[in-house]
């Protein structure tokens, strides 16, 4: 079977109706693209994050097939969450990292430096996840927007198939959306 996305969709509407032959199908198909989201994850990681792609695809592997209440709609959808997840694994890592900074009520000993999460960037990811839970609470959709595109890669079209709008809409709030989180982390303020 090949990766077209009807076959994607069609697998995912398999896998909810509990049939789990689909999920060992579908894994195989969607493991260069999640490989692809953690990439672009990463990327804007420091050089050494402790983390390396496999380990984030796998990480959300391991959240996606316990998945139990999701509704799969398609592809897109399911890479949406695949996004969101890796996402929240990435700023798990960074809180993580900096409870450890702070003591964290263990001894940590490092045997290669230059693999540590640096403080700067942990701080960078926290005050980028802050913001977005900021532009969340005022404006759910932008921020799923951001969410999908800036971190999950996703271009317009796909982002407006997984929200169910159109490109032009997704285009316009993409556009407010970084103008308002550009503000908010230059500037400090909190304010719409």
Known sequence: MNSTPSNVTQLLVNWNNGDQAALNQLLPLVNDELRRL????????????????????????????????????????????AAQLMRRILVDHARR???????????QVSFDEGMAVTEAKAAELLAVHEALEKLNAMDARKGRIVELRFFGG???????????????????????????????????HDDA
């Open 38 to 81: 953690a990439r672009n994850y990463l990327r804007r990681e420091s050089p050494g994050h402790t983390l390396q792609p496999t380990a984030l695809v796998n990480e959300a592997y391991l959240r996606l097939i316990d998945q139990r209440q999701v509704q799969w709609q398609n592809r897109a959808h399911f890479f949406g969450i």
């Open 154 to 188: 996703l271009n317009l079209d796909e982002t407006a198939e997984v929200l169910g709008i159109s490109s032009p809409t997704v285009q316009r709030e993409w556009r407010a959306a970084k103008a308002w989180l550009h503000r908010i982390l230059t500037e400090g």
């Open 97 to 107: 990292h900096a409870y450890a900074k702070r003591g964290g009520g263990a001894i």
